[in-house]
């Protein structure tokens, strides 16, 4: 379906409410904050406050998903996971360390402010440099933790040792397969 994330993650939380949602990949990395959406041409709200998920996981989520998980299975709520790198979530406020953005109201109705936000967002994008960030959503925020750290080598070594398929499912065979898959087939993970 369209909207996938949004799509799958309602579904989730309907079905299995006590479940933690924790969402990530390109369409929750590139929705986090207030965004373009180009399918109804205007600015959207963060994927959090639509999809229900509890958070995202964005960028290279490989360090910030087990730590995630390992706070989950030590028993951490959900909502009360607010320090791990990598990672986005709803607050009723925004941290006092936080570096505000211009609201989902204020980038909605000027690109001036929608300027101003993409362009903070572009510049805090760093695992060693990068501030906590928020951006107001009506009454709740959108908090974004700096980016996780990079893999070491051995770290990406043994992600990329793993027994992937490296090939869509069989199921696309009759389609002729999958011909997005060419574009990045061949590329190389910075």
């Known amino acids: 379906p369209d909207r996938q994330v949004t799509v799958y993650s309602r579904t989730l939380k309907r079905l299995f409410p006590e479940v933690p949602v924790v969402i990530g990949g390109v369409e929750a990395s590139l929705r986090r904050f207030a965004h373009y959406d180009y399918w109804q041409d205007k600015v959207g ?11 995202i996981s964005f960028g290279m989520g490989e360090k910030s998903l087990v730590e995630v998980c390992d706070k ?22 925004a941290p006092s360390k936080a570096l505000l953005l211009p609201s989902y ?11 101003e936000a993409a362009a903070i967002e572009y510049y805090e994008q760093d695992s060693k440099r990068g501030k906590v960030l928020a951006q107001k ?3 709740k925020y959108v908090v974004q933790l700096p980016q996780a750290d990079p ?14 398929m490296r090939a ?19 590329s190389i993970t910075s």
């Open 45 to 55: 709200r963060s994927i959090l406050v639509g999809s229900g998920a509890d958070m």
């Open 72 to 93: 989950l299975r030590d028993g951490i709520p959900i909502h009360r996971i607010t320090n791990v790198k990598g990672t986005c979530y709803i607050s009723d406020n």
């Open 105 to 115: 109201e204020e980038v909605s109705e000027s690109k001036e402010k929608y300027a």
């Open 137 to 139: 959503h009506g009454e």
């Open 151 to 164: 893999l070491s080598q051995k770290e990406m070594d043994h992600v990329y040792s793993l027994n992937y």
């Open 168 to 186: 869509w499912h069989p199921m696309y065979d009759k389609d002729g397969g999958i011909p997005a898959l060419e574009e990045v087939k061949f």
